[in-house]
């Protein structure tokens, strides 16, 4: 079935240690976005990719970086945990900006 | 600066009655507006858009949404509840003109469906 894979599921990391979350598409859209989400504050942009090759700042970049090699992959990582980025990270992707955008299932992060 | 405010952060109705899920954004530029649907330990579904043309939109499960560009609101709708129903939904505008093609959610609104 067509659609995002995110990588782990869930994660529990000391701070202060380097991380990697992994987002595939298989639907060969050029746009991809990580967002976290967090109650009370809704999904709020981490970075995105406009096609690959390219990568932008959201709303909160700091402390996240991403990388876009090729269209289907679009990593983030977190170079050293703090507690504040204990969040639930979604990925997603559309075919073009504007366009509707598709979900992954989620990593659910908890930084001790 | 766009946004999005979503009003009632918890909705309950009894199952058979009308769902009205209330969204309200700013934008400077035409928006694209969407809803969108989570499940618990789920990411979001797409249950409609509105971008240009028709302001009724129809999308899956029996919901629809209507533009008012007066009112600058995108409230979401649906004639009877169904127990199913009961999940979180997020109303978020994109600026189509944009370079990011960002999302910008509202903080989300729980529906809970009574028996």
């Known amino acids: 079935i067509a659609g995002i894979t995110q990588a782990p599921t869930s994660q529990i990391l000391a701070a202060g240690r380097r991380m990697t979350l992994r987002c595939t598409q298989d639907?060969?859209?050029?746009?991809m976005y990580w967002y976290r989400q967090d109650l009370g504050l809704g999904l709020r942009l981490i970075h995105y990719?406009?096609?690959?090759?390219?990568?932008g700042k959201g709303e909160v970049p700091d402390g996240y970086s991403v990388s876009r090699a090729n269209t289907d992959d679009f990593p983030l990582t977190l170079a050293s945990a703090v507690p504040s980025q204990t969040s639930v990270y979604f990925c997603?992707?559309?075919?073009?900006?504007?366009?509707?955008?598709?979900f992954g299932d989620g990593t659910r992060l908890s930084i001790l | 600066a766009q946004s999005v405010t979503q009003l009632g952060s918890h909705v309950s109705v009894s199952e058979g009655a009308l769902v009205l899920l209330r969204c309200n954004y700013s934008?400077?530029?035409?928006?694209?507006l969407f809803w969108y649907v989570q499940y618990p330990n789920q990411g979001l579904q797409l249950l409609l858009k509105?971008?240009?043309?028709?302001?009724l939109v129809k999308g899956i499960n029996g919901f629809e949404a209507e533009f008012k560009k007066s009112e600058t609101s995108f409230h979401l709708t649906k004639p009877s509840a169904h127990m199913s129903d009961a999940a979180e939904y997020f109303c978020?505008?994109?600026?189509?003109?944009?370079?990011?093609?960002?999302?910008?959610f509202g903080q989300g609104t729980t529906l809970q469906v009574k028996p």
């Open positions: 997603a992707s559309s075919e073009d900006r504007g366009q509707p955008q598709h």
């Open positions: 639907m060969r859209h050029n746009a």
């Open positions: 990719s406009n096609t690959a090759g390219t990568t």
């Open positions: 934008s400077s530029v035409p928006p694209y």
């Open positions: 509105y971008t240009t043309g028709a302001t």
């Open positions: 978020a505008v994109s600026d189509g003109s944009s370079n990011t093609g960002k999302l910008i």
